[in-house]
């Protein structure tokens, strides 16, 4: 088991491009979360699946955000047309009724738009 | 989401025991309590969970008040590693509802 990976761990670009990363979850986990955080602030939801439905999503997730979960397994979460207020880290997390419902997060992407 | 209360941050002394309240007099009948903490440049990580009863593992104990409009998260003996902030989240209750809204949490200092 190892743990909840997120691709890339750092990702520096200019405004304007578009950026996409990916969370592979721990291994039989069904539920799959996304959530950003800044600066001095705890985690904001951004969404999440439960197998490859995604079954909620939050405002703050604009237009330019999609997330996806082909079959259920990884998922990547898209960001088009990037503003310098999407600077954050994403975090995803993973869970499974057989953990009794504890998230496992990952140690996030961090993005910085230029 | 029913909402917590938190103080913003705390400290303590290493050894010492630590117990970090939180208010949450909105709580639903069927919301767990759920406590994550996060060290510096990493993401959360879950610590406990509970709903009516005093929950104990090993990194740290869950009491919750009678009326459970209230809890404290216990750290028995506080060590330099358990510097973080720590949220209390209310959720995974009737609703279906399956995800967690975290707020601002605590920042817990632990001096040597």
């Known amino acids: 088991d190892t743990g909840v990976s997120q691709d890339p761990r750092h990702k520096i670009t200019k405004r304007g491009q578009n950026v996409t990363f990916r969370c592979d979850p721990i291994s039989e986990h069904n539920r799959l979360y996304w959530y950003r955080q800044t600066l001095g602030q705890g985690p904001e939801f951004l969404t999440y699946?439960?197998?490859?439905?995604?079954?909620?999503k939050s405002r703050l997730l604009s237009d330019r955000f999609s997330a996806e979960r082909p079959k259920g397994s990884f998922s990547t979460l898209e960001i088009q047309r990037t503003e310098q207020g999407d600077s954050a880290m994403y975090l995803c997390?993973?869970?499974?009724?057989?953990?009794?419902?504890?998230?496992?997060f990952g140690s996030g992407t961090q993005l910085s738009v230029l | 989401d029913a909402k917590t209360t938190q103080p913003n941050s705390m400290e303590s002394n290493e050894e010492e025991p630590v117990h970090l309240p939180c208010n949450h007099s909105?709580?639903?009948?069927?919301?767990?309590i759920h406590w994550y903490r996060q060290l510096p440049s990493q993401g959360p990580e879950y610590v406990i969970h509970?709903?009516?009863s005093n929950v104990n593992n090993r990194m740290a104990s869950l009491a919750i008040a009678e009326d459970r409009k209230s809890s404290t998260l216990i750290l028995h003996r506080a060590t330099l590693r358990d510097a973080a902030v720590y949220y209390c989240i209310l959720g995974f209750g009737d609703t279906g509802r399956r995800a967690l809204t975290f707020g601002s949490g605590t920042r817990l200092q632990v001096q040597p």
């Open positions: 909105t709580i639903s009948g069927t919301d767990y």
């Open positions: 699946f439960q197998n490859e439905a995604q079954l909620e």
């Open positions: 997390a993973s869970t499974d009724r057989g953990t009794n419902e504890k998230l496992f």
């Open positions: 509970g709903l009516t």
